[in-house]
Structures are given as C-alpha cells and as structure tokens.
C-alpha cells in the first residue's frame, strides 16, 4: 500500500522555471531510488532524471543542466527544479520510486503517481 502524490505542474512561458514535487507514502520501509519521467504526445515515456537514497543522481543527457533533482529532508518525497524551460519540454511529468515495504523485505517495486501536466507555451 503505497501511494505517490505530485503536485507543481502547470503553465509557464518559455524560459521560465516550474518545480515539481513528490510525496511517497504507504507501508514504507525504504525507498531506494525515486526520479522523474515524461510523456509527450505521440511520444513514449522517457526518463528525466533519478537520485538514488545515497543521492547519487542521473540526468538525461539532452538536459543540459536545466534540471535538477534532488531529496528533501523527509527522505520520503523528491523534486524536480526546472529552468530555462524550452515548449518541447512540455509533457505530462511522472514520479517514479522504487520501494521495499515492510510487507516483504526482500522485494522492491516500483511505483507511478498520477502525472501532472507541465505545458510551456507562450
């Protein structure tokens, strides 16, 4: 029983900058890594970016450095800061994490939010 929650998304011209945020809740013994995937229309998802408990973290390439993510102190929620936003870069944006419930320590999962629309349009 674990549940992601995002919140952040929305409209913004280009250039400009949104931050994404994700919540891990449930019966949670640890998460080992959380990250951030897109979808655009017409497109399949493609990974965005990743950081692992230890936060060690892995970028798209194609990036360039316009995102960053990284943990809060919870350790239980991830976001993703972006800037110098580009209209390509607008998709429906996933929170992703890999989680070992207290129900079976032996086995890791992964799990999805919902998605929450980032759209960049002047």
């Known amino acids: 029983q674990v549940q992601l929650v995002e919140s952040g998304g929305g409209l913004v011209q280009p250039g400009g900058s949104l931050r994404l945020s994700c919540a891990a809740s449930?019966?949670?013994?640890?998460?080992?890594?959380m990250g951030w995937f897109r979808q655009a229309p017409g497109k399949q998802r493609e990974l965005v970016a990743t950081i692992t408990s230890g936060g060690v973290t892995n970028y798209a390439d194609s990036l360039k450095g316009r995102f960053t993510i990284s943990r809060d102190n919870a350790k239980n929620t991830v976001s993703l800061q972006m800037n110098s936003l580009k209209p390509e870069d607008t998709a429906v944006y996933y929170c992703n994490a890999e989680i070992v419930r207290w129900n079976d320590l032996a086995r890791m999962d992964g799990y999805w939010g919902q998605g929450t629309q980032v759209t960049v349009s002047s």
């Open positions: 449930g019966n949670i013994f640890s998460i080992h890594a």
